[in-house]
């Protein structure tokens, strides 16, 4: 059979059309850390430099482009942003066997690095999970925790969405076949408009409230997030249509739940459901708003709690 070679030359034109999208927002320094005998993570840092460490968590499939999306609103707010890459993403390589509570020591050494003592968290999507596990387990390392859109356990769902149930049997059954159809869905989106990734995310109508740069940043994580590795996206699916290997009980740090009453990637009804099994979880709902226009509406919102003001 024949087979199409993929490589991040394929899709560089793109990535340089959208760097000039994103205008001001760069990445200040990428560094990598060794995390005890499991491998090297990857990680970026963005805003301010000298503000509250902030870790952000990037969805299912993400990168550590991810943190662009917060670069302004957090050099407006005095927060340093840490936004590493899970493994089987972008820079970071794949680990065997990998867990949601791998996430901790993974934070662990990401803010050893940064000379960081305590951080909050933020967790976009497939990032929530990641944040609810940390928390779990390595609670003296959070401050706070903000999900955003975040996917919920697979038990409280009610109604499965149809997407998930399938991206979950692939992920399981035949994890070579989604393998493949990730390169060529990372392909495609390297050589089309913004609008071919934003449609996973989004109604037409949401799009059309989602700025060029906004837009051109998400493409650009993606293709990112899947051009050199795709098993960081199996294992995650697998993971999340599978029970969760920490009590929510033992997340004892506050966390705030911003979902969009229009999210068709994750429901609501199932976000609720999580939101009274955590301790100290509060659910705030954005009306009309999806699994990306909510974070769209939020971020500012979410990096002002976590800042520092300058009567501090």
């Known amino acids: 059979m ?75 707010y005095g927060v340093r942003v840490l936004a590493p890459e899970r493994p089987g993403y972008g820079r970071t390589p794949p680990w065997p066997d990998r867990e949601l509570t791998d996430t901790g020591p993974i934070i662990a050494a990401v803010l050893a690095d940064a000379e960081v003592e305590r951080a909050g968290l933020i967790g976009f999507s497939g990032g929530g999970p990641h944040a609810l596990a940390t ?70 109508a949401e799009r059309a409230e989602i700025p060029r740069g906004a837009a051109a940043r998400v493409r650009r994580d993606f293709c990112e997030a899947l051009a050199t590795h795709r098993e960081g996206f199996a294992a995650e699916t697998r993971l999340f249509t599978a029970p969760w290997e920490f009590s929510l009980a033992a997340v004892d740090r506050p966390i705030r739940l911003w979902h969009g009453d229009s999210d068709g990637n994750a429901p609501l009804e199932g976000v609720r459901r999580l939101a009274e099994d955590l301790p100290n979880g509060e659910l705030r709902v954005l009306e009309g708003a999806g699994h990306l226009t909510t974070l769209l509406r939020s971020r500012e919102r979410v990096l002002r709690d976590h800042g520092c003001s300058d009567d501090e």
């Open 2 to 76: 024949a087979r199409t070679r993929f490589d991040r030359s394929d899709h560089r034109s793109s990535l340089e059309e959208d760097a000039a999208e994103t205008g001001s927002a760069k990445t200040d320094s990428v560094s990598t850390v060794t995390v005890g005998d499991r491998g090297k993570v990857t990680y970026a840092t963005y805003g301010d430099p000298d503000g509250a460490p902030v870790v952000v968590l990037h969805g299912t499939p993400g990168s550590l482009v991810f943190g662009q999306l917060f670069d302004d609103c957090a050099r407006e």
């Open 135 to 204: 928390a779990a387990t390595h609670g003296d390392l959070v401050e706070s925790i903000d999900i955003v859109s975040g996917a919920p356990p697979w038990s409280q769902l009610p109604e499965k969405p149809a997407a998930q149930r399938l991206l979950g049997v692939l992920a399981t059954k035949t994890p070579s076949l989604l393998k493949g159809l990730l390169r060529g869905q990372t392909w495609a989106a390297g050589r089309l408009p913004p609008s071919f990734v934003l449609a996973q995310y989004t109604t037409a």
